[in-house]
């Protein structure tokens, strides 16, 4: 289990690389001048070429880009992102809270997602073909299928507007979590349930099912057993949730002011600080990377003969 734990570290890392490398290429081939941008966020009345050249030797932007680069990745290890165009303060202590505001959305978002997904899809499963299989797919589909902004803003209007209910924005009290999430589960529960209903119908058919059966074994114990061996097809997939919830909260936090990272990668890309957008764009990457090893040693753990072909 070592050995395949440090071989998907190794692979990890040079795929983290190469995500660092396109986030800095991709950010330095914007069509603005970074240096022009520093000033006009300070206020500069008049932006001459001598005040972009004395900026960019500040900065180090005079340096070649190659240089630039492991400059601002050795400095990235450090959780050190420079420095805010628009406000000057460091580029972590800005990104950090809103990371972690994210998280937790994110995190018990993910929850109740994977809870629901298991709980919907061993139904499903278990009345394949029936109403209430039929009935919750479709109900699924309609759902999956709403714009999830259009969504918030029913419930926000019916729910916090008219019945007073819960806050409209915010993270003031667990209150505040309830509208997020319950968007959030419905754009991707819908989803994930579907893989579990499927790999659940796949080893209902199994061979080991009807033996089990044959030899008495109460049901409860026998469909325990299914969804294990089910689970270990939706392991990957759960453990993904994260990062792609996490990546895809900016419509969310925005309806709900939620300060979060979808809010400030927002603002940063309308008032064009750069140094946010990297880092924004760096943590995302680095998180699916990171979620996706997770994944597979976890599937490793639970089947030996993963680690054994590799």
């Given at each position: 289990m070592g050995r395949y734990i440090l071989n998907r570290v190794f692979i990890a890392t040079p795929l983290l690389l190469i995500i660092s490398f396109l986030t800095f290429v991709l950010i330095n081939l914007s069509p603005l001048d970074p240096a022009e941008v520093v000033l006009q966020a300070q206020g500069v009345p008049k932006i001459t070429d001598e005040?972009?050249?004395?900026?960019?030797?500040?900065?180090?932007?005079?340096?070649?880009?190659?240089i630039r680069y492991f400059d601002w990745l050795i400095a990235s290890l450090q959780l050190d992102f420079g420095d805010s165009y628009v406000t000057g303060k460091p580029v972590w202590s800005l990104i950090?809270?809103?990371f972690l505001n994210?998280?937790?959305?994110?995190?018990?978002?993910?929850v109740v997602i994977i809870i629901m997904s298991i709980l919907i899809g061993v139904i499903c499963a278990l009345k394949e073909g029936k109403l209430a299989d039929k009935s919750v797919r479709g109900i699924s589909f309609f759902l999956t299928a709403m714009p999830s902004y259009w969504l918030a803003s029913i419930l926000i209007w019916y729910v916090s507007v008219k019945l007073n209910l819960l806050p409209t924005s915010g993270m003031d009290s667990y209150k505040s979590y309830i509208l997020p999430v319950i968007i959030i589960t419905v754009s991707y529960a819908g989803i994930y349930f579907r893989n579990v209903r499927s790999s659940m119908i796949s080893n209902l058919n199994e061979d080991y099912v009807l033996y089990c059966r044959a030899c008495g074994i109460p049901e409860k114990k026998i469909t325990v057993h299914i969804l294990r061996n089910s689970l270990q097809v939706s392991i990957s997939i759960f453990g993904m949730s994260i990062p792609i919830i996490l990546g895809s909260t900016v419509v969310i936090e925005n309806v709900f002011a939620w300060p979060g990272l979808g809010s400030l990668s927002v603002k940063a890309i309308l008032s064009r600080d750069f140094p946010i957008i990297q880092a924004y764009v760096l943590i995302l990457a680095a998180s699916f990377v990171l979620f996706n090893t997770v994944s597979d040693i976890i599937n490793a753990a639970m089947n030996p003969r993963i680690r054994n072909d590799l």
């Open positions: 005040l972009i050249v004395q900026t960019k030797e500040e900065l180090g932007m005079d340096q070649p880009f190659i950090a809270p809103a994210s998280f937790k959305l994110t995190f018990v978002s993910s």
